[in-house]
């Protein structure tokens, strides 16, 4: 191997970042939680085409209804059920923190490869939020679940990729990431939560 290529090997190995055990484990867990939740919707989505009276066992109200959102267009949006693209893309969050476990280091195209999936999964899910409260008018408390999920995933990555420098972002960004990134992931899943309660006040106050 020549000197330059040594050289660029070497430039291209110290690009490679990983990750504290507390940022894999918090992948780790996201992405455990939004692949039971797909899953368990997977299933139900299935008993419902097989039985198209079968009730879900999460529909325990008007307004908490798994079983009118399975029957939603929404929930297809693809052409295929929404949970069965939940089942690949959790467990490939879980993947990437378990690589982080075992001690795996990855180039900057990774992360914001890895950031690009995790904001186009926040998106998603907020458009399926609209969705559900404003024109399905039901709550699914699986979706729920894996709405947090997603939502704390992509703050937390995004978070990681402004300190290590992978996206660029002024000093004091990197500074309020570096102490305070779980403010943002809980005052967004605070306004949802604000969202819903004001959307069913009438239900929730009866």
Request: charged share 10%; glycine share 10%.
């Amino acid at each position: 191997m020549t000197t330059t290529a040594v050289d660029e090997a070497s430039e291209d190995q110290g690009r490679r970042t990983g990750g504290s055990r507390a940022f894999a484990w918090l992948l780790v867990i996201t992405g455990a939680a939004g692949l039971l939740a797909a899953w368990v919707i997977t299933i139900d989505k299935f008993k419902l085409l097989e039985d198209p009276n079968f009730t879900p066992g999460c529909s325990l109200n008007p307004v908490v209804s798994c079983g009118n959102i399975m029957k939603s267009d929404q929930a297809s949006a693809f052409g295929f059920p929404n949970p069965m693209m939940g089942l690949v893309a959790y467990g490939m969050v879980i993947c990437v923190g378990m690589s982080l476990l075992a001690g795996g280091r990855f180039g900057r195209w990774y992360w914001l490869t890895f950031n690009a999936g995790c904001l186009f999964g926040v998106g998603f899910v907020s458009w399926l939020q609209y969705e559900s409260l404003y024109n399905i008018n039901s709550l699914c408390l699986w979706c729920c679940l894996a709405w947090v999920a997603t939502i704390t995933m992509f703050w937390y990555v995004t978070s990681y990729n402004v300190r290590k420098g992978h996206l660029p972002a002024p000093s004091w960004l990197r500074s309020f990431f570096s102490e305070f990134t779980w403010v943002v992931p809980v005052l967004h899943v605070g306004i949802i939560g604000m969202l819903i309660l004001t959307r069913w006040w009438d239900f929730w106050t009866s």
